[in-house]
Structure formats: C-alpha cells, structure tokens
Nanobody
C-alpha cells in the first residue's frame, strides 16, 4: 500500500504561481512512477503531468506545457508540481497518483494505469 497526501493548493490570481506537493508513505516510493491529474466541476479527471522514477523522465498535457513542472525527490518521498502563469481554466481539484513500475523508465498518462491516489487539493485561479 502507498498513501498519498497532497498539499499546497489555494486561491491565486491569474498569472500567479502555486507549488503542489504530494507526500508518499508506505512501500518504497522510488519504485513508483508518479503523476498529477486534475478534475474540474462537471468534467472528467484529466492527465496533467507524469514522471518516471529513474532519470526523472517527464511528460505534460499540452495545456500546461511550458507553465507547469513536475519533479520528485525519492529521498524525501515527495513529488511536486510547480504551476506558473496560472489561468482560470486551471481551476480544479488536483490529485497525485502512483503506479508501481519495476523498470523505472516510464511515465504514464492514463488514469487507469495508476494504482494509488491521493484525496486531492483544490486550486482556484481568479481572473
């Protein structure tokens, strides 16, 4: 079992920045690929960013490329999402997710690939 707890959400004006954190506990964090997803009211959950556990290979949704950065610290059992140049359409609940990956080389974009999820943290961007 892996327990995930997100933090760092809040209310920010358009153009501002937030840094989300996801703390993992339980099994060895470094064996897991990690991802961030978001879900706006009335919409389906969508992929935002993913990172492998070896080499830190990353992948982003087109909507956040150049604005968001995913990173991780295997020593601290944490994954981060730095969000810059925020837009009102970024308003959503943000979830981190973990997928066991023995190879360590891959990131994953499909929510159904992930094994564990956090409870989410709300991000609201005002115009």
């Amino acid at each position: 079992q892996v327990q995930l707890v997100e933090s760092g959400g809040g209310l920010v004006q358009a153009g501002g920045s937030l840094r989300l954190s996801c703390a993992a506990s339980g099994r060895t964090f470094s064996s897991y690929a990690m991802g961030w997803f978001h879900q706006a009211p009335g919409k389906e959950r969508e992929f935002v960013a993913g990172i492998s556990w070896i080499g830190g290979r990353t992948y982003y949704a087109d909507s956040v490329k150049g604005r968001f950065t995913i990173s991780r610290s295997n020593a601290k059992n944490k994954v981060y999402l730095q969000m810059n140049s925020l837009k009102p359409e970024d308003t959503a609940t943000y979830y981190c997710a973990a997928k066991r990956d023995y190879s360590g080389r891959y990131y994953y974009t499909n929510e159904y690939d992930y094994d564990y999820w956090g409870q989410g943290t709300q991000v609201t961007v005002s115009s």
